[in-house]
């Protein structure tokens, strides 16, 4: 079993507020990845990192940020939720050569 | 366009009984392709890793094909237990970029019924 962890696992918040979903691994992976997911709809990237101090827009454009000061720490940041944010957030991380991304258990977000 | 269709959306089994499912793409270039098996509320977790030169990988109870003359794959799963309901997904990789570009299905919902 991979070990990449997001917290927290479900968030109800509402509309307005700054939130930070927390996505951490300690496989020592250079590259991260933050995908966003609806019910029975295919996952979208929104955000990935070659390493620190790298980060790039997905092919989703998204109203988040986010930041990779450390190796194993990719946080993803909305300034002000608003309900079309509602949405299961999961991050991965990937070794070189396949690239096979191990992902996290997700964030499931609820903006009311 | 780069796409990656699977079929069914859904499909429902009983316990003990074999199934296949589907996968066509449209992605070129092409790296490889995997299938995963993502839990209700959980994140995906790799089955196959398959690359242009495999046909054919297994894992326990499950066995991938890739024909990439006509890119079409599937997932074979013998013998299903209760614990194979879950959602799965195929996606491919392209050699396109450095990042390795995954292009996501939205996967098939398997419910086995004891």
């Known amino acids: 079993e991979a070990d990449i962890y997001q917290t927290p696992r479900y968030l109800v918040i509402g509309t307005g507020k700054k939130i930070t979903l927390e996505c951490s691994q300690t496989?020592?992976?250079?590259?991260m990845y933050w995908y966003q997911q609806d019910p029975g709809m295919e996952l979208h990237l929104i955000h990935y990192?070659?390493?620190?101090?790298?980060?790039e827009k997905g092919d989703l454009s998204s109203e988040s940020t986010v930041s990779r000061i450390r190796t194993e720490h990719f946080p993803l940041t909305l300034e002000s939720a608003r309900p079309s944010h509602t949405s299961q957030y999961l991050c991965?991380?990937?070794?070189?050569?396949?690239?096979?991304?191990?992902f996290g258990p997700g964030t499931r977000l609820t903006v009311t | 366009k780069n796409q990656v269709e699977q079929s069914p959306q859904s499909l429902i089994i009983l316990e003990g009984k074999n199934c296949t499912l589907q996968?066509?793409?449209?992605?070129?270039?092409?790296?490889?392709l995997r299938w995963y098996k993502q839990d209700t509320g959980r994140g995906p977790v790799s089955l196959t890793i398959?690359?242009?030169?495999?046909n054919t990988k297994s894992n326990g109870r499950y066995t991938a094909t890739l024909d990439a003359d006509t890119k079409q794959s599937s997932l074979h799963i013998t013998a299903s237990q209760l614990s194979d309901s879950a959602s799965y997904i195929c996606?491919?990789?392209?050699?396109?970029?450095?990042?390795?570009?995954?292009?996501f299905g939205r996967g098939t919902q398997l419910t086995v019924w004891p």
């Open positions: 496989m020592g992976h250079d590259k």
């Open positions: 996606v491919v990789s392209d050699r396109g970029s450095t990042l390795g570009r995954l292009y």
């Open positions: 990192s070659y390493g620190v101090n790298s980060t």
């Open positions: 996968c066509n793409y449209t992605v070129s270039p092409f790296s490889n």
């Open positions: 991965a991380s990937s070794t070189r050569g396949l690239d096979e991304q191990y």
């Open positions: 398959m690359t242009f030169s495999e």
